[in-house]
């Protein structure tokens, strides 16, 4: 961080060159990591909110609207026991009424906080339990702010995918904290269907594919839910991240290959026809019973 450090005292530094520091550091902290050197604390979280401050940037919370400085500086607040600053900073925004829309001041927060859930859910940061904990603060602090709904989504979906598409990489939360992840669905502006299936598929005590038969089963919801994407050609190849034509694919593959195991073959073929006459360019080649 000299470089950081040489640009604050003469003035110079910028977001777009801070980003560029903060994930530099990452990375060499990372080669560090892997080479099972040991690694000095560099206070890099503290420097940077230090020139936030001193620089006056830190008084119109602007540049939350950055992600990619958000993104590189987040793992450092938490590492470094600095993340009360962050929830200031959403705490802050969730609050702010004048200069700022609705909308704004939701993207801003949303995204800070679904930084602060994903790497959280890190094993060398925390585990699923860590990040579902960050979404039941976010719930705590703000339970009587009408905007709680839309902050929530955003971070409850991150952690739903982790704790279902990406559940091979990490290990399952508690049952209690994963019930109480599932219970914070009802504050959600909307349902989530496709999330909620999936997370009761990977209940970790009580798995259940009753959610996921009845949401397949249900062919009009399911041909409106994609129509709703738009009129283009529903390549799973053209989808990535938390989109929902993905994550059909994933609880489709899921509650197949959970009802074969089961030995519910019949429901299993069942489901896999509704996939390949319902969504025939995504799952034509892609969902056979094994």
């Known amino acids: 961080m000299d470089v950081f450090d040489h640009a604050v005292s003469r003035g110079m530094m910028t977001l777009k060159a801070a980003t560029g520091c903060l994930v530099a550091k990452g990375h060499q902290m990372e080669a560090a990591a892997e080479a099972n050197s040991p690694t000095a604390s560099s206070d890099t979280a503290l420097r940077v909110v230090r020139w936030l401050r001193s620089s006056g940037a830190e008084g119109d919370l602007q540049f939350l609207d950055k992600p990619a400085f958000v993104r590189a500086l987040v793992p450092f607040l938490v590492a470094e026991e600095l993340e009360g600053v962050a929830w200031e900073w959403i705490i802050r925004t969730m609050n702010e009424s004048a200069g700022i829309t609705e909308e704004q001041r939701i993207a801003r927060a949303s995204s800070l906080l679904s ?4 790497i959280k859910s890190q094993s060398h940061y925390g585990n699923l339990d860590a990040a579902i904990q960050a979404i039941l603060e976010a719930e705590r602090l703000f339970e009587h702010n009408p905007s709680l709904p839309k902050l929530l989504v955003q971070p409850w979906r991150s ?3 982790l704790s279902t598409v990406e559940a091979y990489s990490r290990a399952m939360p508690t049952e209690k904290l994963f019930e109480a992840h599932m219970a914070t669905a009802e504050r959600l502006p909307r349902a989530f269907p496709v999330e909620t299936a999936h997370l009761h598929l990977y209940h970790p005590t009580h798995p259940d594919h009753v959610p996921a038969l009845q949401f397949f089963n249900d062919k009009k919801r399911l041909r409106k839910l994609v129509q709703a994407l738009g009129p283009e050609k529903l390549n799973l190849a053209k989808f990535t991240g938390m989109g929902t034509i993905p994550w059909i694919a994933f609880l489709g593959h899921d ?11 019949e429901e299993a073929q069942g489901i896999t026809e509704i996939l390949r006459s319902e969504l025939s360019d995504i ?3 892609t969902l056979t019973p094994t």
């Not at 930084?115 to 994903?118: A, G, L, S, T, Y």
């Not at 509650?255 to 073959?265: A, I």
């Open 159 to 161: 952690v739903s995918w």
């Open 115 to 118: 930084q602060i859930v994903r």
């Open 255 to 265: 509650t197949v290959n959970h009802l074969k195991q089961s030995g519910r073959s």
């Open 283 to 285: 799952f034509a080649e």
